[in-house]
């Protein structure tokens, strides 16, 4: 508002409006037209008749907020409103990333080039060597002052995350997902089976209320692939064991060998009624071994894998060394996303505000199955 206050104030008497309303957070003309600033709510221009929206810095704005403002302004905008947005990338999925992607898809459904993109935006990008003060000794400098995927971000417009991620953001802008080879039920398959493979399952599992997720990941050795994945918040806690046991009978009719399947489930909080659901089951009906807890002195035996602050922390440790040295290889389109907002918090890492992380959650304990066998396996460790 200072900068168009600073223009309005500044035109010539003859172009200049008549002003009858000068406030901080808006400006009223006598012709009938008025300037509002506000803050980006999800509900912000909602019933409003827009003829010009400007949006700053729209990378920025919290990702389900930014997805929620878009759904409620894109009805103004197709009664002819016009719009300007501009922004510094931050990550590559993002609603800036999505609209960005659409407006430099200039190609028609025949291959023809069209001056628009596909959602009716023009695209413009501002390269620092535009700068006519700027060289490449003043770009050496500045990467040496805040890093190259800053400096990639914030001077050469490439979409890498902004945040304290735990896998560094020029891994991340790299890793590709693939389409499921098939679905069953809500269970993503991203691999065909084979009857050679060793598979690594885990159950981060929830209430099943609506609010927190409950996923599955399964993994495969060698070449520690990403198989398959469920996610889901309103299966309740006897479901998500069902789901877990059709899944270990799925991969049990391929390798015939119990002993080619480890699976196990996060045992904090509600993951106990988890352990209780898989005895009413009966673990007999469940293929494959149950990783649990290694046996320490004076500490009482639970089945399945307690997630604490130090455990935590060394699967994240792993984790982020096996995705940045090319040891694990990650299909899903939806676990990439999650690592990519899986940030610092603390001491720990965990899921950005309004975001969710248990997809990665699933996966760490997977990567504490495998570095398990990894004392007793030869092959795995030196593959790994």
């Not at 006598?30 to 999800?42: C, E």
């Not at 560094?168 to 790299?174: E, G, H, S, Y």
């Amino acid at each position: 508002m200072t900068k168009l206050r600073f223009a309005y104030e500044t035109c010539p008497d003859f172009l200049r409006a008549g002003c009858i309303a000068y406030n901080k957070g808006s400006i009223e003309f006598d012709n009938g037209s008025r300037i509002l600033a506000q803050a980006t709510t999800d509900n912000t221009g909602r019933g409003m008749s827009l003829s010009l929206v400007y949006l700053d810095e729209f990378a920025y704005v919290q990702p389900r907020i930014a997805q929620e403002f878009w759904t409620s302004l894109s009805p103004t905008l197709a009664t002819g409103g016009k719009c300007i947005i501009t922004s510094t990338p931050n990550q590559d999925n993002d609603q800036f990333a999505q609209i960005w992607k659409s407006a430099i898809d200039t190609s028609d459904d025949f291959g023809n080039e069209q001056k628009l993109g596909k959602n009716g935006f023009k695209s413009f990008t501002c390269h620092w060597s535009e700068h006519p003060e700027r060289d490449e000794k003043w770009a050496d400098e500045e990467r040496a002052k805040i890093g190259e995927d800053r400096f990639r971000r914030e001077h050469e417009c490439e979409f890498i995350t902004a945040d304290e991620t735990l896998i560094t953001p020029l891994k991340l802008v790299i890793l590709e997902s693939i389409r499921p080879v098939r679905t069953e039920g809500q269970v993503r398959w991203y691999k065909e089976l084979n009857k050679n493979s060793t598979y690594i399952i885990g159950l981060d599992p929830s209430m099943g209320t609506g609010s927190d997720y409950s996923a599955i990941q399964v993994f495969c050795l060698p070449g520690f692939q990403q198989v398959a994945e469920w996610k889901h918040n309103k299966t309740d806690v006897r479901n998500q064991m069902l789901i877990l046991q059709s899944i270990l009978e799925t991969i049990y009719n391929i390798t015939k060998d119990e002993e080619a399947i480890y699976y196990t489930i996060e045992n904090n909080g509600i993951g106990r009624t988890s352990i209780q659901a898989l005895d009413e089951l009966g673990t007999s009906n469940f293929y494959g071994s149950l990783m649990n807890e290694p046996k320490t002195k004076g500490q009482t035996f639970h089945r399945g894998l307690t997630t604490t602050l130090k455990t935590k922390l060394e699967g994240c440790a792993k984790l982020k060394y096996f995705i940045e040295n090319g040891k694990i290889k990650i299909n899903s389109r939806n676990l990439i996303q999650e690592l990519k907002t899986f940030v610092a918090r603390g001491r720990a890492f965990e899921a950005k505000d309004g975001e969710h992380d248990d997809l990665v959650m699933a996966a760490l304990l997977c990567v504490r199955i495998v570095h398990q066998l990894t004392k007793h396996d030869e092959d795995t460790f030196n593959e790994l």
